[in-house]
Nanobody, 124 residues
Framework: QLQLVESGGGLVQPGGSLRLSCAAS????????IGWFRQAPGKEREGVSC????????NYADSVKGRFTISRNNAENTVYLQMNSLKPEDTARYYC?????????????????WGQGTQVTVSS
C-alpha cells in the first residue's frame, strides 16, 4: 500500500523550531517531487514548500521564506521541513504530498498521494 506519513509536529513557543518528516512506504520517493502544505481551521489548504525529485530545485511560500528549509534524503525515503523562527500564524495541520512529476507543480491537483498530516501549534 502506498503511503505517506508525516511526523514531528507539536506545540512550540514563538521563535522556536520544529523539523517535520515525511516518510514514504510502498514506493520510492526518488522519482517524485514532494510538497508540503498546511491548513489552519477555517482556511484553505495552502502550499508551503516543494522540492523536485532530484532535490536540485526548491520553492517556498513568501510567508515562510528565510525561515523554513525543505530537504530530502532519498536513501532514507524521507523529506524534511525544517521550520525556524516559528510564529503563531504558522499554526496549522501540515501535510506532505507526492507527485510523479520530477519538478514542482503549480497546482495542488497535480499531487498523487497525500499523508494524513501532523499538527503544529505555535503558542506561548
Amino acid at each position: 500500500q502506498l503511503q505517506l506519513v508525516e511526523s514531528g509536529g507539536g506545540l512550540v513557543q514563538p521563535g522556536g523550531s520544529l523539523r517535520l518528516s515525511c516518510a514514504a512506504s510502498g514506493f520510492t520517493l526518488d522519482y517524485y517531487a514532494i510538497g508540503w502544505f498546511r491548513q489552519a481551521p477555517g482556511k484553505e489548504r495552502e502550499g508551503v514548500s516543494c522540492i523536485s525529485s532530484s532535490g536540485g530545485s526548491t520553492n517556498y511560500a513568501d510567508s515562510v521564506k528565510g525561515r523554513f528549509t525543505i530537504s530530502r534524503n532519498n536513501a532514507e525515503n524521507t523529506v524534511y521541513l525544517q521550520m525556524n523562527s516559528l510564529k503563531p500564524e504558522d499554526t496549522a495541520r501540515y501535510y506532505c504530498a507526492a507527485t510523479a512529476r520530477k519538478s514542482c507543480p503549480t497546482t495542488r491537483r497535480a499531487y498523487d498521494y497525500w499523508g494524513q498530516g501532523t499538527q503544529v501549534t505555535v503558542s506561548s
